[in-house]
């Protein structure tokens, strides 16, 4: 498989992330952790469902320790820190700051080996956090209750965390991308004991929102963790990194489509510095392909 091949299915998490929120939205008011319980093992289920024919591929799952830390800190410490900052702190800070780990990746990709950090990767990747903060600032207020203050900073650690996850994948170069229904399944199994223990179970009611939860498992909280598995340890995690700032970006447009959220000029602009962001961090990809 080629960088460029890995890319571009790594762009493909991308996409499917996009559709986490106006999917979330659509499974009614499911608790967070019991969320991510059927959705994690739904995303198991898809990754063992590929080893059908490939009974060797179970051997994926024998993994030193570190693997396993690695992929279980980075699924379920990262939605367990977003689902703290969503609980306590507003939706809209929580998620700007959040949208620092495209950055961090970026930043952090300088210390793997045989990658050079250049400046287009840096402007691109801050051009992707301006038209994030222009995304986000039209619902954001300036006023900070301190008991926002844990959600603020949950919100900015996960940030950290999935960004470390993504850039240790690349150092995990041997683990195979098989083992992500592994570190799916123990996610899903972490997120239904914390659901235990904080949370009532609420079941749908509706056929939507079971269809809803299904194409979360499958697609956002399945199949694009395999992507960005592929993308991450195959593909050029610097252009990943900037791209990622189209994810909240395409994720508006989604909620707009379905009508959860309204059009605006700061939409069209920060379209404009995320897409531009993207495609200058991308010139090494288009100047190879020439």
Known sequence: MTPRTATLIGLTAILMWSLLAVLTVATGKIPAFQLAAMTFAIGALVGALTWIGRPEAMRALRQPSTAWLVGIGG????????????????????????????????????????????????????????????????????????????????????????????????????????????????????????HGLVEVTIWPDTMVQWLAIAALGVGPVGAAFYAWDIGMKRGDIRVLGAASYATPLLSTAFLILAGFARPSANIAVAAILIAGGGLIAAKDMFARRR
């Open 75 to 194: 699924l379920f410490g990262y939605h367990a820190l977003y689902f703290l900052a969503l609980r306590f702190a507003p939706p809209a800070e929580a998620g700007l700051l959040n949208y620092l780990w495209p950055l961090l990746i970026v930043v952090f990709s300088a210390v793997l080996p045989g990658e050079r950090l250049a400046p287009h990767h840096i402007i691109g990747a801050l051009l992707g956090l301006v038209g994030t903060v222009l995304l986000f600032v039209g619902n954001s207020s300036v006023d900070f209750a301190p008991g926002q203050l844990p959600g603020l900073i949950a919100a900015f650690v996960a940030a950290f965390v999935w960004a470390a996850y993504s850039v240790m994948s690349r150092k995990l170069k041997a683990v195979p991308t098989d083992a992500v229904a592994g570190f799916c399944a123990a996610t899903a199994l972490l997120a239904a004991t914390v």
